[in-house]
């Protein structure tokens, strides 16, 4: 199989456990550490509080003009949706040119930022 | 969400390890980052690193208020005041600690950027943002004087945009408003062409009759194919654009009196408005400072933004030879808040992340009538390389283009507040 087959089937199983995380029947914890973490290996929040620079020079809290916010977005909400720009479910050009320039490691990153964030709203 | 306690607690510390670089009282004197020109680049790089804490920020700016350039076009098509083009630093200095030096500076070196009226500020560390400059001695008859009292070129916001605007508003009826392009490399590389589409905007409404020509030294330009699309749509017979095929390439002369421009064919074309945009290079304090060796722009390493012939300085922003990012705001964000980061981590115990750079440029054709350009890209060899890119696509519907349009103004609200606030 094709390199680009694997990264394929890894991000279909990756998106498989997020829908279930997200359908938040049951919300296993391994679901969640599906959101949360690479390989087994928790994202580091430090890393994407430094990766969501990129995201603020488009994103803003009330979601201005045509762009929407993201600010305490759930972070399984965050990878399906990411998933969803890279392969092509979503099209816009700019978020598919953001999503497919991020790897795993970035996005468990941005995530368990995002998930930082929720924890100080609650 | 059904994270057990202990994962809670992991992300908590991780989240507060975050703030434990936050400024130390025990410590005697933090390292002072001096960043020379508050605009888009300067302001971004002052207030990140500032934020994050453990640095002495100082930011040195001549002007008490920004006005930005991105978006002066939407003023000249009356959908935006020139107020709403205006920022301040206010914010940056509450917000975050940034020290504000107003005042000139004249060079940067040896650990002290001295001031025009000598007074020096001393540094561990210095950004140099200081954006563009016009190579004037080019062309026969135009000036720095020339250019603030008849023929704008209005490529840097303020009075010259102001001018601009009430040279088309005055403009005889069926007049025609020439736009003379820059050679590349310059600022904003859509920018003339956003500027044409916004005056046959604003003249389709107010003078139907006139005409917009653009002239340019080069034989094809950004988003070519999108911009005449969107002319004959919306100005059918307003908007010509004359390439570097007819221009020979160059301009030689421009007679503000008469508001002609003599191209390198040596035509001479005359207009009722002239806006003539010459050649660029960084802004003078670059240059002055040996930043740009024999070149026009300040060569740097990609990854830090690293002056490579002045250590200890790092240039970023439109007086950067930035590689394959066109010099844009976004762009100048965007290199930033890379180099915010080298910043931190070669001045506190921060980490060092691998840098991300990121470009988009959004073009108002239109009422409701946007288009886009954009890119990724990475430190690569010597120079930022581009990785992937996309751009709108010829015969998109009005529902995209409105879409568009809407992002482009989303963007500008994200990134003048992020910086501004
Ligand atoms: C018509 C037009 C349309 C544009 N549209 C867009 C767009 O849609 N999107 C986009 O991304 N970009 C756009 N741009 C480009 C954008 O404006 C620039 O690329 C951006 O401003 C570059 O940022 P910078 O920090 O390098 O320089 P600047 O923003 O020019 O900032 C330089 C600052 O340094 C200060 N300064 C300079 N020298 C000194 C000194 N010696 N002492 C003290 N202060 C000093 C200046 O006063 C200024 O505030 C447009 C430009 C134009 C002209």
Redesign the pocket.
């Known amino acids: 199989m094709g390199v680009l087959n694997t990264v394929a089937l890894a991000a279909l199983c990756a998106a498989l456990a997020i829908s279930q995380a997200l359908a938040g029947d049951g919300g296993e914890m391994s679901d969640m550490r599906a959101v949360l973490t690479v390989d087994g290996v928790p994202g580091d929040p430090e890393y994407g509080e430094y990766l969501v620079q990129e995201c603020t020079a488009c994103h803003v809290a009330d979601g201005a003009g045509g762009v929407p916010p993201i600010d305490g977005i759930a972070p399984g909400y965050f990878r399906l949706a990411m998933i969803e720009y890279a392969d092509g479910t979503r099209e816009n050009a700019v978020m598919v040119s953001v999503a497919r320039s991020l790897g795993d490691e970035e996005l468990a990153a941005l995530a368990a930022w995002f998930a930082t964030q929720q924890e100080k709203q609650d | 969400m059904d994270l057990s306690r202990r994962d809670t607690m992991t992300l908590a510390a991780a989240a507060g390890a975050a703030t434990l670089f936050a400024p130390n009282v025990a410590r005697a004197a933090l390292p002072k980052l001096v960043v020379?020109?508050?605009?888009?680049?300067?302001?971004t790089v002052a207030r990140t690193v500032a934020a994050a804490g453990g640095v002495d920020v100082t930011l040195?700016?001549?002007?008490p208020v920004?006005m930005?350039?991105?978006?002066?076009?939407l003023y000249l098509g009356d959908h935006w005041d020139y107020d709403r083009l205006a920022h301040n630093y206010e914010t940056m200095k509450a917000r975050d600690g940034v020290k504000m030096a107003m005042?000139?500076?004249?060079s940067v070196g040896d650990g002290r950027v001295v001031m025009s009226d000598g007074t020096e500020i001393a540094y561990d560390r210095a950004v140099v943002?200081?954006?563009?400059d016009f190579k004037y001695d080019m062309y026969e008859g135009f000036d720095e004087h020339v250019a603030e009292t008849m023929v704008p070129h209005?490529?840097?916001?303020g009075n010259q945009l102001l001018m601009l605007k009430q040279q088309l508003m005055a403009m005889r009826e069926g007049g025609t408003v020439v736009i003379a392009a820059p050679p590349n490399p310059y600022?904003?590389p859509?920018?003339?062409y956003?500027?044409a589409s916004m005056m046959a905007n604003w003249l389709s409404r107010n003078n139907p009759t006139a005409k917009v020509l653009i002239l340019d030294p080069k034989t094809k330009h950004s988003k070519q194919g999108l911009f005449v699309e969107g002319w004959n749509r919306l100005y059918p017979g307003m908007v010509e654009w004359v390439g570097g095929e007819f221009t020979g390439g160059d301009f030689l002369a421009v007679d503000a009196q008469a508001r002609s421009v003599t191209t390198a064919d040596e035509e001479v074309f005359e207009a009722d408005v002239l806006n003539f945009i010459p050649a660029q290079t960084a802004?003078?304090?670059a240059i002055d400072s040996g930043l740009t060796g024999d070149g026009d722009w300040a060569s740097v390493d990609p990854a830090t933004l690293e002056s490579t012939l002045v250590p200890g300085v790092h240039v970023?922003?439109?007086?950067c030879a930035n590689g394959d990012m066109p010099?844009?705001?976004?762009?100048?964000n965007s290199q930033?808040k890379a180099c915010a980061q080298a910043v931190l981590a070669a001045m506190t115990d921060r980490r060092a992340f691998p840098p991300r750079f990121r470009?988009?440029?959004?073009?108002l054709v239109g009422d409701d009538y946007g288009i886009k350009v954009g890119a990724s890209y990475k430190a690569g060899d010597g120079k930022i390389e581009k990785t992937e890119g996309f751009i709108s696509q010829v015969g998109e519907d009005d529902a995209t283009h409105a879409q568009t349009a809407a992002e482009?103004i989303g963007w500008y609200e994200a990134m003048t507040g992020e910086i501004f606030g």
């Not at chain 2, 020379?36 to 302001?43: S, Y």
């Not at chain 2, 943002?129 to 563009?132: E, L, M, Q, R």
């Not at chain 2, 470009?359 to 073009?363: A, D, H």
């Open positions: 020379v020109g508050g605009g888009t680049g300067g302001a040195v700016e001549r002007n920004y930005t350039c991105y978006f002066s076009n005042g000139n500076a004249a943002a200081p954006g563009i209005a490529y840097k916001s600022r904003c859509p920018g003339p956003e500027r802004g003078r304090i970023l922003g439109d007086a010099k844009s705001g976004f762009s100048a930033a470009n988009t440029c959004w073009s482009g």
